[in-house]
């Protein structure tokens, strides 16, 4: 049967060359001999064209009836404008009832407070509220302005010139928002086609700026400087034209998702070998770190000259709001045109501003505070050594001490529910105020969640070994 299929085939294939073979499948157009097999994809393709040359066949549109129209809008649907809530969207997050000082009220009892961080222990300072006090009877309440607008008034350019003179900088520039700060300084800067080489554990104000920016972003792994390098090296070798773009480096000094401290000295090494910028985000480190409280470039021995951009909230160590950017005049001159943070929004409020030359003033006359706020530090993590299931991820000089659970679940949700669970429990049942470092659906941080407990110069060693003590028997009791 196989055989006699094939003799079949074998004949098809005999007869079908030998009548393209066939001298009728020949033929001779100006000299030149067409083969049978020539003449038959001509003959192919004059078809083809001409098909295509057709219209096509179009069904005859006709208008829809009354009747269909109101089917269809019967039939929609509409898209939701909010995603659907759930039970962890509708908790409610413990409310302050007094100032956010070392101690607070919340649901009418006195708690220990280290969910503010009120580093120096400025919330309530009598000179800052003599102040802004004085700047109300002055000013007023807000200046009703952009700077560029009739909203600049003569104590906006006092507090720029006394943060200049602090940190050893030619000029300053305010914002009115401690987080615009950094998502307007670093898209005023940095455009599209850039490259930005950012650190994977920044927090949110950071990544909105370079979502902002529409620059490459390229990450490398949280304070780890060998995969900075790599990074750096990889982006020079293998771009060709990365020599003629401009080019960034981004970091926190005191990083708000671990309480890392950034190794400034080996960023600057790196970023002078490579030949990029460096924008540092000094918010936790302001007024914190350093024996004068100037920051990671004191606290690092590295001048701040050699820091392209600094930015810092005012609205941690300070005790007021607002934020600010400082560097070269011409960093700062070019921000007074081009960012949308300054250029559109009311300028700060003048007592906001009058309070924070005040606390700089107070910082500079008690050098203390900053060496009670590491004892302090010390403390802490001392009472807090030993703790079944949590262990400290933070740096031992960082404000921002950092528990993380020993052993994830697996889970990201439960994991943050254990973390939840211990910090309500320690208020409930201990009267000590933490909080869990808790992201929104728009922070695209992958650093494990923790339980933030911010450190104040303000705060008594009695508040702190009974933090140390009361964590330990709820995170005990919970992670049994």
């Known amino acids: 049967m196989e055989s006699a299929a094939l003799n079949l085939v074998n004949a098809t294939l005999n007869w079908v060359t030998l009548a393209l073979d066939a001298p009728s499948a020949r033929a001779v157009v100006f000299g030149v001999h067409i083969g049978g097999h020539l003449f038959v994809e001509v003959l192919l393709l004059v078809v083809i064209l001409f098909l295509l040359s057709q219209k096509s066949y179009k069904h005859p549109k006709r208008p829809l009836t009354k009747k269909e129209i109101d089917e269809l809008c019967d039939e929609w649907v509409p898209e939701s404008l909010i995603p659907p809530i759930n039970e962890e969207m509708l908790s409610e997050p413990p409310v302050l009832e007094s100032a956010a000082g070392p101690h607070t009220i919340v649901n009418g009892k006195e708690v220990v407070n280290f969910a503010s961080a009120n580093y120096l222990g400025f919330v309530g300072h009598e000179k800052l509220l003599e102040s802004c006090t004085s700047a109300l009877e002055k000013y007023g309440v807000g200046s009703c302005g952009p700077r560029g607008f009739y909203g600049t008034i003569d104590v906006h350019l006092d507090c720029e010139a006394r943060i200049a003179k602090f940190l050893g900088t030619p000029d300053s520039i305010l914002y009115s928002y401690g987080l615009s700060t950094m998502f307007s300084a670093i898209p005023c800067f940095c455009k599209k086609g850039d490259i930005i080489v950012v650190d994977e554990g920044v927090h949110w104000g950071i990544q909105n700026g370079l979502y902002l920016s529409r620059s490459t972003i390229v990450y490398f792994k949280h304070n780890d400087m060998e995969s900075l390098e790599k990074t750096l090296e990889k982006i020079t070798a293998e771009n060709q034209r990365a020599k003629k773009l401009r080019r ?78 400082t560097g070269s005049a011409r960093v700062i001159d070019h921000q007074r045109l081009s960012s949308s943070g300054y250029v559109f929004s009311a300028s700060l409020p003048p007592y906001l501003a009058s309070a924070a030359i005040t606390a700089i003033d107070v910082l500079e006359q008690n050098p203390d505070l900053t060496s009670k706020l590491k004892e302090n530090i010390t403390i802490l993590w001392k009472a807090l050594s030993g703790m079944q299931g949590l262990s400290i991820a933070s740096n031992s000089e960082s404000p921002i001490v950092f528990l993380r659970l020993e052993k994830s679940t697996g889970s990201a949700k439960s994991d943050l529910q254990l973390l939840e669970d211990i910090a309500d429990r320690a208020l409930k049942e201990e009267s000590i105020f933490v909080v869990v470092s808790k992201r929104s659906t728009l922070d695209k941080c992958p650093l494990p969640v923790g339980i933030r407990l911010f450190v104040s110069a303000a705060h008594s060693e009695a508040d702190l070994l009974k933090a140390g003590s009361s964590l330990k028997r709820v995170a005990a009791a919970v992670l049994r």
């Open 248 to 325: 960034y480096i981004v970091v926190e000094a005191v990083y708000q998702n671990s309480g890392q401290i950034a190794p400034l000295d080996k960023i600057i090494r790196l970023k002078e070998k490579y030949r990029f910028r460096v924008l540092l985000d000094e918010s936790n480190s302001f007024g914190v770190l350093g024996h004068s409280g100037r920051g990671l470039t004191e606290y690092c021995g590295v001048p701040i000259e050699k820091i392209d951009i600094v930015t810092a909230a005012m609205g941690h160590a300070l005790a007021t709001e607002g934020g600010f950017c």
